[in-house]
């Protein structure tokens, strides 16, 4: 049963202890906390269960005590849910002090953002990419990528790479190229950096950096990965434009963007949450997931089919964030017209594009965003996660 509960503390962990607990519960654990804190200054015994109990509720490393915890002998049942919550956040912590900064984050926005990331690294993953990532990629829209664009060695920068699980799938997509992976969020880098080294993928190389300041760095690059970040700017064009000025003439940019469309019900919640007073804390994130399950509401749909509404920080990202903008297809193809820029086409499921196919049958119509305009109108839902697409640099 111990081997249960240790499992049990462990998937806690991974979702930021996001289910929700009754008040008697946060009261039993405040107590509990204290008495491990106690336990740990005398150094009286701390039955296993007792630890895994609180490692159920909170995040080991979490107690002022937790370097003595390290030190102690525990049955090997807990090796696992030690290493998770005591030994990797102290690495963590360790790491951040060997990435460099590459520029400074002065924008009001850019240092919200960074204090909600810093809070919650999004996402908290675990399990190392296949490299069976690079057929994934070559199998979805867009078309228009040929062999040429795959063969490397590449200068690859991924803008916004967060905790490191998109970094590490292009690391492993291009495997002959240099990856520079950058985001405002010294935790999140952290880690990605770990999870990295996990995986023994040297040829990325990570650094804190915003976005509107990268002209600085004097660096230039033939691709460009910009996924979920852009949308989450003060001037989500203006971003866009510091990266083009990096991009290579011919090189290709992978970009996601939130759609206007596809994200109907997530801003009706997040209306429902400005009204309620709800806010961005672990709290108030667990109230409102409670709400979502116990009332038939009519968002419900929208958060409940989101694998994001299971964490605490993708479900913060998904529903609190600070900042956040959302586009349309015409939006995209002035912005791509106004910057020279050749649509390769999206990225989407293979059923959305055998769907797309059947209504478009034109081979070109995967690259026409007149036709994927009308295909979204007629399901608003296609893009529900985000706008997902690549364009080529004209030279």
Request: charged fraction near 25%; glycine fraction near 4%.
């Amino acid at each position: 049963m111990l081997g249960v509960y240790v499992a049990l503390a462990q998937q806690c962990f991974i979702n930021e202890y996001v289910l929700d607990q009754t008040a008697e519960e946060t009261l039993q654990v405040e107590r509990l906390r204290n008495l491990l804190v106690e336990r740990s200054r005398t150094g009286d015994a701390i039955p296993p269960l007792m630890l895994v109990a609180a490692a159920t509720y909170f995040a080991l490393h979490s107690l002022p005590a937790a370097d003595s915890l390290r030190h102690r002998d525990w049955p090997h049942l807990l090796d696992d849910l030690l290493r998770q919550q005591l030994f990797e956040p102290a690495e963590e912590y360790r790491l951040r002090s060997a990435i460099p900064s590459l520029t400074s984050v002065q924008d009001g926005a850019s240092i919200e953002v960074k204090q909600q990331y810093e809070e919650n690294p999004y996402p908290r993953w675990t399990m190392i990419p296949d490299v069976s990532i690079q057929d994934d990629w070559r199998t979805r829209f867009p078309a228009r990528q040929t062999d040429a664009d795959y063969a490397g060695p590449l200068e690859i920068l991924v803008a916004g790479c967060g905790t490191g699980q998109h970094s590490i799938e292009v690391a492993l997509t291009f495997p002959t190229s240099r990856v520079l992976a950058i985001d405002l969020s010294f935790t999140s880098l952290a880690y990605a950096l770990r999870k990295t080294r996990e995986a023994a993928i040297r040829t990325i190389e990570y650094a804190q950096a915003d976005i509107l300041k990268l002209e600085s760095i004097g660096r230039s690059f033939d691709r460009i990965e910009a996924i979920g970040v852009l949308h989450h700017l003060a001037d989500p064009r203006a971003g866009w434009r510091v990266l083009l000025s990096l991009l290579r003439p011919g090189g290709i940019m992978d970009i996601g963007l939130y759609s206007e469309s596809g994200r109907r019900g997530i801003m009706a919640a997040r209306a429902a949450i400005a009204e309620r007073g709800y806010r961005a804390t672990p709290e108030d994130i667990r109230l409102f997931r409670r709400e979502v399950h116990a009332v038939d509401c009519r968002f419900a749909r929208d958060l409940v089919t989101s694998a994001d509404f299971y964490s605490t920080s993708t479900c913060r990202d998904l529903l609190f964030h600070v900042l956040e903008h959302r586009f349309n297809i015409p939006d995209i193809a002035t912005f791509l017209s106004e910057n020279g820029l050749t649509f390769l086409g999206f990225r989407v499921t293979p059923q959305i594009a055998d769907q797309f196919r059947k209504q478009f049958p034109d081979p070109n119509a995967s690259t026409d965003l007149s036709c994927w305009q009308a295909f979204e109108t007629a399901n608003p839902h296609t893009f529900a996660a985000m706008y997902r697409f690549s364009v080529r640099k004209n030279r």
